[in-house]
């Protein structure tokens, strides 16, 4: 089992800048690829980024791209999203997953085994 738990969301203004952390816990970090994910109410979640277990690959949805940044630091045990230039459609509650398959398209968003409880993001115009 892993442990997830995000941290970081709140209240910002279009333009501004946030930065989410997830540790984890429970097993060894550097097992898992990472991944964060957004929901907002009604509709499915959303794959946003996901970094590899060494972190030196990194993918990014392209409504994201250049804008946020995946990173992990392996001996923290924790994996942050840095967010520059909000939108108001980037508000959503975002998680944080954990993906032990080798062999699963973690970097398209699938095969995530594990997830946190997600932090709220709300960017306002």
């Known amino acids: 089992q892993v442990q997830l738990v995000e941290s970081g969301g709140g209240l910002v203004q279009a333009g501004g800048s946030l930065r989410l952390s997830c540790a984890a816990s429970g097993r060894t970090f550097s097992d898992y690829a990472m991944g964060w994910f957004r929901q907002t109410p009604g509709k499915e979640r959303e794959f946003v980024a996901a970094i590899s277990r060494g972190g030196s690959s990194t993918y990014h949805t392209d409504s994201v791209k250049g804008r946020f940044t995946i990173s992990r630091d392996n001996a923290k045990n924790t994996v942050y999203l840095q967010m520059n230039r909000l939108k108001p459609e980037d508000t959503a509650v975002y998680y944080c997953?954990?993906?032990?398959?080798?062999?699963?398209?973690?970097?398209?968003?699938?095969?995530?085994?594990?997830w946190g409880q997600g932090t709220q993001v709300t960017v306002s115009s």
């Open positions: 997953a954990a993906d032990g398959d080798y062999r699963s398209a973690y970097y398209v968003g699938v095969g995530y085994d594990y």
